[in-house]
């Protein structure tokens, strides 16, 4: 429906009072970290629904980003669903976001859905008209490259994102920074991100993971990974 009938018209362009299903996302970069940050929240709606416009929605701003968003299926039966969100690097802000923040780990991600017409600038105006607002986890950055960067997400219903006293609790990423105090890995370089041997310390980035971990601790019976996973509803 959105994209077969978003802003066909001239009109719908300029009043945002087309019925195209908008998609609006959040994400909360402050619960990703505990100190202070210089970009709490994240704006920013889909660039090819709105044509590149910004819109607003109940007093929030939110900017048109080129972005794809795959798997976001509530279901409550068989396996919680893992959505990913891939978002355009422009001007590499999410780069910066992700080194400022270690991969925005543990932020929570809101995504709302809304009529265009109930935009504010909509034809008729309501801040309530509203699919139910979805919550997810950022569980860990999947790629990163100069043009976009993915998010692989979790449903807090799986337990991901759930805060013990110290920490959140996340399944499949390590929270600890890599070659950090936590991490305590020191030595030579070993893998990118996406677990392919290098010697180039430049490309040497863990991937999170746990097989990211016994690459570094070949052998070993006690990895320092600080993920979780064996956390499960059952």
Same mark, same amino acid.
């Given at each position: 429906? $959105?994209?077969?009938?978003?802003?066909?018209?001239?009109?719908?362009?300029?009043?945002?009072?087309?019925?195209?299903?908008?998609?609006?996302?959040?994400?909360?970069?402050?619960?990703?970290?505990?100190?202070?940050?210089?970009?709490?929240?994240?704006?920013?709606?889909?660039?090819?629904?709105?044509?590149?416009?910004?819109? &607003?929605?109940?007093?929030?701003?939110?900017?048109?980003?080129?972005?794809?968003?795959?798997?976001?299926?509530? +279901?409550?039966?068989?396996?919680?669903?893992?959505?990913?969100?891939?978002? #355009?690097?422009?001007?590499?802000?999410?780069?910066?976001?992700?080194?400022?923040?270690?991969?925005?780990?543990?932020?929570?991600?809101? =995504? =709302?859905?809304?009529?265009a017409r109930y935009l504010d600038d909509g034809?008729?105006?309501?801040?309530?008209?509203?699919?139910?607002?979805?919550?997810?986890?950022?569980?860990?950055?999947?790629?990163?490259?100069?043009? #976009?960067?993915?998010?692989?997400?979790?449903?807090?219903?799986?337990?991901?994102g759930v805060t013990l006293p110290k920490r959140? +609790?996340?399944? @499949? $990423?390590?929270?600890?920074?890599?070659?950090?105090?936590?991490?305590?890995?020191?030595?030579?370089?070993? $893998?990118?991100?996406?677990?392919?041997?290098?010697?180039?310390? +430049?490309?040497? &980035?863990?991937? &999170?993971?746990?097989?990211?971990? &016994?690459?570094? @601790?070949?052998?070993?019976?006690?990895?320092?990974?600080?993920?979780?996973?064996g956390l499960s509803l059952d």
């Amino acid at each position: 429906m $959105a994209e077969d009938r978003t802003f066909q018209f001239n009109t719908d362009q300029q009043g945002l009072d087309g019925d195209a299903i908008i998609e609006l996302i959040t994400i909360d970069v402050s619960s990703a970290v505990s100190g202070p940050v210089i970009i709490e929240l994240l704006n920013f709606c889909n660039w090819t629904q709105t044509n590149g416009t910004t819109v &607003k929605y109940n007093g929030t701003v939110y900017v048109p980003l080129p972005y794809k968003a795959e798997g976001f299926v509530i +279901a409550n039966t068989g396996v919680p669903p893992n959505p990913s969100i891939t978002i #355009a690097n422009i001007g590499l802000e999410m780069t910066a976001l992700v080194n400022a923040y270690d991969d925005l780990i543990g932020a929570k991600v809101y =995504r =709302r859905r809304v009529l265009a017409r109930y935009l504010d600038d909509g034809a008729t105006p309501d801040p309530n008209s509203h699919w139910p607002d979805e919550v997810w986890f950022i569980q860990q950055k999947a790629t990163e490259s100069k043009l #976009a960067v993915t998010f692989e997400l979790s449903t807090p219903f799986d337990l991901d994102g759930v805060t013990l006293p110290k920490r959140r +609790a996340l399944r @499949y $990423a390590c929270p600890w920074v890599y070659r950090g105090v936590e991490c305590g890995y020191t030595g030579a370089p070993v $893998a990118t991100v996406k677990d392919i041997p290098t010697s180039d310390p +430049a490309l040497d &980035k863990c991937g &999170k993971r746990v097989t990211s971990c &016994k690459l570094r @601790y070949p052998g070993s019976q006690d990895l320092p990974y600080g993920g979780f996973p064996g956390l499960s509803l059952d």
